[in-house]
Structures are given as structure tokens and as C-alpha cells.
């Protein structure tokens, strides 16, 4: 089953999170540069997770109204090097924050879409991110000249192009 919605507007991550212990805002800002940026890894992501998840637009329309999708963090983490996220919940006090919210099960099926969002996301930034740490250490290394494509072509192709 698939959604179909427009995409929102990407989360702002300019926060730091909890779990972190040194900050991190030049790397929150590249990541908020990827989400909204020419990448627009946000949208790739939000699309990818639209057209896999089995959430009623219902449930979809309770995740804006509660503004949830604002509330996910996008982070770099040093130690796993990929981009780790932080998903809103819906906790105990369902029953008084929206009044379509009327079982446990709906509750459980949005918070694990979020997490399911956040970690599409998430997976998406790092394979933005780490195509740009490994772009710019190239660079570093190689210099502005080093065209990587080169690498796979073969000797004579090689020998054609130049």
C-alpha cells in the first residue's frame, strides 16, 4: 500500500540532541543543506517511505495536525558514521491529544511510521553524506582536477578520451 500525499516541508535540525555530547551545528547544517538543498534528500526520502508505508491518510493528516513530522532530528553520528534520527512519539497521553485518536493500535502504527520515516530519511542522508566526506577527502588527497568517474573506464577508453 502506498500514500498518496504532496510531500511537506522538510524538518528544521538545527537543534542539538539530547543523546549527543559535544555539538554539532556544521553538521546539522550540511545535513539541513542535504534535506533542502539541490539533493532535496528529504523529498527522495519522504517518497521513498510514502510509496512503502501501509498508514491511512487519516493517520497521516493526525501526524501533521500534531506537527510530529517538524519534530524529527537528523543527526551525524561520529561513532556508526551515518546519519542517526530521533522520531516523535505519541505517548501515554493519546486519549487527550487529538480526538481522531481513539485505540492504542492507531497510536502504535504512528509512532512506527515515524520511525519507519525517520530512518528512511536517515538512510537517505547518509548516502548523501557520506558521498560528500568521501568527495571531499578525494579532493584533499587528488586535488580540484581528480574526476573519480575515470576509475570505471577501462585502459583504452581512457586512452580515447584524452
Avoid: C
Amino acid at each position: 500500500m502506498s500514500l498518496d500525499v504532496s510531500t511537506p516541508d522538510a524538518p528544521t535540525i538545527d537543534g542539538e540532541s539530547e543523546d549527543q555530547y559535544e555539538p554539532d551545528g556544521a553538521k546539522r547544517s550540511d545535513l539541513q543543506e542535504y534535506l533542502d538543498g539541490d539533493e532535496n534528500a528529504w523529498e527522495e526520502g519522504f517518497s521513498e517511505w510514502a510509496s512503502e508505508t501501509s498508514l491511512s491518510e487519516d493517520s497521516y493528516r493526525i501526524i501533521l495536525e500534531l506537527g510530529l513530522l517538524n519534530e524529527l532530528d537528523f543527526f551525524w553520528d561520529t561513532e556508526t558514521e551515518e546519519v542517526g534520527f530521533e522520531s516523535p512519539e505519541i505517548g501515554d497521553d493519546w486519549k487527550d491529544r487529538h480526538p481522531q485518536l481513539e485505540t492504542w493500535s492507531t497510536v502504535s502504527e504512528i509512532n512506527e511510521e515515524m520511525d519507519e520515516l525517520g530512518e528512511t530519511v536517515a538512510g537517505t542522508l547518509s548516502d548523501y553524506y557520506i558521498a560528500w566526506e568521501a568527495e571531499r577527502e578525494v579532493t584533499e588527497t587528488f586535488g580540484e582536477q581528480y574526476n573519480g568517474r575515470d576509475d570505471a573506464l577501462s585502459e583504452n577508453e581512457r586512452d580515447r578520451e584524452i
